[in-house]
């Protein structure tokens, strides 16, 4: 019940902007923002994207809501209370620098940051509410802690970690924001940190594999929205944990869950789980 609420309500709705309006994520964000009566007060795109000036409702197939798509930051962030980002990591930190003091949280999906990225990211996190997430689904977040039990039940020697997703073609980082957050929580059921435990991808004269590594392969196909596995492989049996994403607007629907919640809290790094209090 805790989480069909934090999902749907009973709380006020904070006005947002949109990042990557005319983006599959920002298209769903805005059709699940249209549903759910949250206003959408901005929406951004790119310098050079022909959805400039146009009216975001309307390129999602919705009645026009009287907003203009803009590429100046300030303009689309001046009269919301939420930012919700799912563009490029590139435009994600141009976004944090230059979001206007008036903006009280931002929802981060955007996945592929560089661990420089990461830490420019924490030191906005410093300044204001920032949730961020790899995937932003209910069933993802719940996934992540029972991979996280699981890796601390079985032991390392035994039981060998492979994290497998598929996503469709147009995706451009590998492996997924989502797989890394399970090989986090992994890592983390097993007391490591992931840049520790995680293992070179198996391609060519790789010798046997180590124990306790925690290994990740990645599959690029059609229009998959996104399917992820947590493999526990032992001598005499397996344990497959699986999550698969149907429609963006699972993502989009945790991600305004998660502005709504975002704006009462003070500032920080915050996750789903935060949100979904997992
Ligand atoms: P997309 O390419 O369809 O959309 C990205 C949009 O951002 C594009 O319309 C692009 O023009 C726009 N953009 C680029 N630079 C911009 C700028 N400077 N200012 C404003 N807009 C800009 O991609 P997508 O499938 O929507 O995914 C976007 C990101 O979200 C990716 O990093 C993806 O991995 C991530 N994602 C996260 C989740 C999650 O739940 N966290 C779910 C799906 C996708």
Redesign the pocket.
Known sequence: LRHTNAMTGPFTAPSIAV????????QAVIRAALDAGIPITGA????D?P?LSKDPASLAGREPIGVAVT?DISAAAAAAAVWID???P??SL??LDALPASVAAVVL????FSPNDQAAIDAHAKARAIVQ?????LGVALLCALVRDAAARLNAADWDIEITEAHHR??V?AP???ALMLGRAAAAGRGVALPEARLAPHDGQTGPRPPGGIGFAVVRGGGII?DHSAIFAAEREVLTLNHVAMD?AV?AD??LAAARWAVRQPAGLYSISDVLGL
């Open positions: 990042a990557g309006a005319a983006g599959r994520m920002g951004s795109e790119r310098a994207s959805a590429a799912f563009t490029t590139a435009a141009a976004a999906g955007t996945t592929g997430a790899g995937n932003f689904s147009r995706k980082d997924s924001g989502t996104g963006r993502f945790g991600a």
